[in-house]
């Protein structure tokens, strides 16, 4: 081996150790995040240039979203709140440009799974040291003064472990399997209705558009029904689980089929967004200012609807330059769903788009690094399919 070479393949070690740990902290340890984000900064930003990389779409993107953030805090109604949300957009527009010029191989992207399940075990560590595992059966997994709340725990072990199904496949080792039983059983004890529709979803999705044919497409939507009814039965009628997480499904379901009788919490979100429907009609262009919604409704708290936020905040141009990226990800990666490395990123973008109705995740590190996953995934994707034709 040339001694260029093994000082290259030694410097991509060193920056996927990087990667790693700092996903890890954003699972794990958010609260600690500070310092390991201005080292990744430092690191990858120097990667950027001495590998002379380029800023793509999401680059444009981003200067146009936090424009027009930025500029909301001349109308806002929550000035301050406006300026601390500008600032975390442009916090985590940088990392994801660091995150997309890194991600330029399909092996870097397989390697970007991987630490997704690996962050997914890091924060079921925390957990362990956090919470007894005597008292993990008493109720919802979960702290909202720990920052730990049940629904980002329960999403983020959603998307490990969705990744781990994949890689599980990909590789073939059934560790990843097991990875995936683990992750599935913390994030029913979780309580999270969109972390478990997610999980079921994605999963569902994954099977599917990986079947090759239509006997292997038609056999995947049998074993999703199966695994649909048996985890049902198993949440409805195992006692702990039923307290913990079959209460809130069967909620929820009892919401839709009986005109909005559903639980407490339920009833609230939809009045909240009912809410913000009528803010929105009053300034539906531009919006009250980002981040204004706690203040303008009578409830003082974010709206729990990414849609509503968004809209209140940004009114209907700042929305729809939001998930203008969503549409193009989602279009880009659909082109090569053939290529099965990105179908992971695919279908969880398109259930994102689903939960957003009840999460908030502009503004969050994890969901904006998964979007720019995404994009670097079709760049790799596309690039990959065009050499393949070039050289046939």
Not at 202 to 209: D, E, I, Q, V
Not at 302 to 313: A, K, P, R, T
Not at 348 to 371: C, K, R
Not at 377 to 386: P, Q
């Amino acid at each position: 081996m040339k001694k260029n070479e093994f000082y290259n393949i030694k410097f991509e070690s060193f920056y996927k150790t990087i990667l790693l740990i700092f996903l890890c902290i954003l699972y794990a340890l958010y609260e600690f995040r500070v310092f390991f984000e201005i080292i990744f900064f430092f690191l990858f930003s120097i990667y950027f240039f001495t590998r002379r990389k380029r800023l793509t779409i999401y680059a444009l993107w981003n200067i146009l979203f936090i424009s027009i953030c930025g500029l909301s805090i001349l109308w806002s109604h929550n000035p301050q709140q406006s300026i601390i949300e500008t600032r975390i957009m442009i916090e985590w527009a940088i990392v994801g440009n660091l995150v997309i010029a890194y991600i330029d191989t399909k092996e870097k992207l397989i390697d970007l799974y991987r630490y997704f399940v690996i962050a997914g075990g890091a924060l079921i560590i925390r957990l362990m040291f956090t919470f007894p595992l005597t008292i993990w059966l008493e109720g919802r997994l979960g702290s909202d003064a720990l920052g730990l709340n049940p629904n980002k725990l329960g999403v983020y072990l959603a998307i490990s472990a969705i990744c781990a199904m994949y890689l599980g496949k990909y590789k073939k080792q059934k560790i990843y399997y097991l990875l995936v039983f683990i992750f599935t059983v913390t994030i029913i004890l979780t309580g999270s209705r969109k972390a478990f529709f997610m999980l079921i979803c994605s999963l569902s999705g994954l099977f599917y558009l990986n079947a090759s044919n239509l006997s292997k497409k038609l056999k995947a939507s049998f074993l999703v029904i199966i695994v649909l009814i048996l985890s049902y039965i198993l949440v409805m009628t195992v006692p702990t689980l039923y307290n913990i997480a079959g209460k809130r499904i069967e909620a929820t379901i009892h919401f839709f089929i009986s005109e909005g009788k559903g639980d407490y919490s339920t009833r609230l979100r939809l009045e909240m967004v009912g809410v913000g429907k009528e803010l929105f009609k009053l300034r539906p262009i531009l919006g009250y200012g980002i981040g204004s919604y706690s203040v303008i409704s009578r409830y003082g708290c974010y709206s729990h609807n990414n849609y509503i936020e968004l809209l209140v905040g940004l009114g209907i141009i700042g929305t729809s330059l939001y998930y203008s990226l969503y549409i193009y990800v989602i279009i880009q990666l659909y082109k090569v769903r053939n290529e099965i490395y990105g179908n992971p990123l695919l279908i969880m973008v398109l259930t994102l788009l689903i939960i957003e109705y009840g999460l908030v995740s502009y503004n969050s590190p994890v969901y904006q690094i998964l979007i720019a996953v995404s994009l670097a995934a079709s760049r790799v994707l596309i690039k990959l399919n065009k050499n393949i034709k070039e050289d046939n």
